[in-house]
């Protein structure tokens, strides 16, 4: 790391926290002692979206949750578990070192997610994303949660 005072290329590192989703590293030059912060983050590989059309855009989070927020809506589903999904979505993509990604590989991620938080939502973003033609591609998502859905407890009396 260049001194920001002398230019010196070299620097050791006296303090390293994590800080929101960067860490934040206090160094000092060897050179001339000075002191600086630095912010170290993760640099993501730009990941492309295949649409259904054939066409090519890049990924862009807020538009995921911007889709998740409208399935979402008056459920008890928190901002913060949105985020995960957002998140969740772009990490995976990232781990698998894939730059492409088709928009229903993205939105079967998202509806497992939704599926284990909440089967309104699920239902709501399935609505949209599967594209539903008819009355019985409906009832068809509606009997596969039911299946999926698991044993409650028998009431004890």
């Given at each position: 790391m260049?001194?920001?005072?002398?230019?010196?290329e070299d620097?050791?590192?006296?303090d390293?926290?994590?800080?929101?989703?960067?860490?934040?590293r206090?160094?000092e030059?060897?050179?001339c002692s000075?002191?600086f912060?630095?912010f170290e983050s993760?640099?993501?590989?730009?990941?492309?979206?295949?649409?259904?059309s054939?066409?090519?855009?890049p990924f862009?989070?807020?538009k995921l949750?911007?889709?998740?927020?409208?399935?979402?809506k008056?459920r008890?589903v928190?901002?913060?578990?949105?985020?995960?999904?957002?998140d969740?979505?772009e990490?995976?993509?990232?781990?698998?070192?894939?730059?492409v990604?088709?928009?229903k590989e993205?939105?079967?991620?998202?509806?497992?997610?939704?599926?284990?938080?909440?089967?309104?939502s699920?239902?709501?973003?399935?609505?949209v994303?599967?594209?539903?033609?008819?009355?019985?591609?409906?009832?068809?998502?509606?009997?596969?949660l039911?299946k999926?859905?698991?044993?409650?407890?028998p009431?004890?009396?």
């Open positions: 260049r001194c920001p005072f002398c230019g010196f620097s050791k590192v006296i390293s926290r994590p800080k929101d989703d960067k860490i934040k206090r160094r030059c060897i050179k000075g002191r912060t630095t993760v640099e993501k590989p730009l990941l492309m979206v295949e649409k259904r054939g066409m090519y855009e862009d989070s807020s949750i911007k889709g998740i927020y409208t399935a979402i008056k008890p928190t901002i913060d578990q949105v985020s995960e999904i957002a969740y979505v990490n995976y993509f990232a781990n698998e070192l894939k730059t990604a088709k928009s993205i939105g079967e991620l998202v509806l497992n997610k939704l599926r284990d938080i909440d089967p309104i699920y239902i709501r973003f399935a609505s994303y599967e594209d539903f033609t008819d009355i019985d591609s409906f009832v068809a998502l509606i009997s596969e039911e999926k859905k698991p044993d409650s407890d009431e004890i009396i």
